[in-house]
């Protein structure tokens, strides 16, 4: 599995488009979160992005961090759909960007099809929705203000609802842009959902004159990432110790495991699965001042 270059986890670009190339740029500042449980390692990119203030870190020498590890596991294989590339950002020491996939449509190889993971907190799903809104219109104007993107449209934001199996649902955020790239007017429907402490950013992109691929394959391609995908994290989970203390016998312990990974966080033992033929298996493994906790909301 390659890895790719030239991506940005924020503006969610990486085009690999026949006549286009895009010069892009990564902002690998995650904004300190409201509510709860946020990113406390903030870092300023090469080209001056502006930086919340972090939180207090994690001390620790008296508590696991919020989050010490992440497992991010994603089929090869989706409905009309095939993994082709990854990137993890922690193997560049940009652990806050996440990872991003790209997946090729068997039916629509003139759609690029980009993903992106990256860490967001615990608050409000309504709330954080909001904010990773907000985050990718800031990301998008700085790249204007840099001319790596010119004439930029926006269309209607608007909510999505993805549709996924056994009748469940995901409320999410859509954003359509129309925009020159060099040579090419680009035309890009973006999703953003908050799930498990993380955004997911789906892009699917292409010119101007495909547009009704986009339309056509989005909410299959959406429903099957989302079914398809899980977010698995170890630690504290934001709790207090005593809430995670105590004795267990290995049935409660099984059951407990279970239902703490179905929220997407535990406080037990986990035992990622493999990486094999069907699935890739992205660790991020953060150290004690990457997460703190807030124990009062914030402004």
Not at 130 to 142: K, L, N, T
Not at 211 to 232: K, P, T
Request: aromatic share 10%; with cysteine; proline share 5%.
């Amino acid at each position: 599995m390659r890895h790719m270059d030239g991506y940005s986890a924020r503006t969610g670009f990486a085009f690999g488009l026949a006549g286009v190339g895009v010069a892009m740029w990564r902002w690998s500042v995650i904004p300190v979160l409201a509510l709860g449980i946020a990113l406390a390692s903030v870092r300023v990119s090469a080209q001056g992005a502006p930086a919340a203030p972090p939180l207090a870190p994690v001390d620790a020498q008296t508590h696991r961090g919020v989050v010490d590890d992440t497992w991010i596991i994603a089929p090869r294989r989706l409905a009309d759909a095939t993994l082709q590339a990854v990137k993890n950002y922690a193997d560049e020491g940009d652990i806050a960007a996440g990872v991003s996939l790209r997946y090729g449509m068997d039916n629509a190889d003139w759609v690029v099809a980009d993903v992106f993971i990256y860490p967001a907190g615990q608050g409000d799903e309504q709330k954080m929705l909001a904010q990773a809104v907000q985050d990718f219109r800031e990301s998008v104007a700085f790249a204007e203000r840099q001319e790596i993107y010119r004439n930029v449209w926006w269309g209607d934001e608007a909510p999505y609802t993805a549709k996924l199996s056994g009748g469940r649902k995901q409320a999410g955020r859509f954003l359509p842009i129309v925009f020159d790239a060099q040579s090419d007017m680009l035309t890009s429907r973006t999703y953003l959902f908050y799930r498990k402490m993380y955004f997911v950013k789906v892009r699917l992109s292409t010119t101007v004159d495909g547009v009704d691929s986009l339309i056509e394959n989005a909410d299959r391609f959406i429903a099957s990432l989302l079914d398809g995908i899980d977010i698995i994290s170890a630690g504290n989970c934001g709790r207090a110790p005593d809430e995670v203390a105590g004795p267990h016998t290995a049935k409660t312990m099984a059951l407990a495991l279970k239902r703490e990974v179905a929220t997407g966080c535990t406080t037990l033992p986990y035992n990622p699965p493999l990486e094999d033929d069907n699935r890739t298996v992205l660790h991020l493994q953060f150290g004690p001042d990457d997460w703190g906790a807030s124990a009062h909301p914030t402004n």
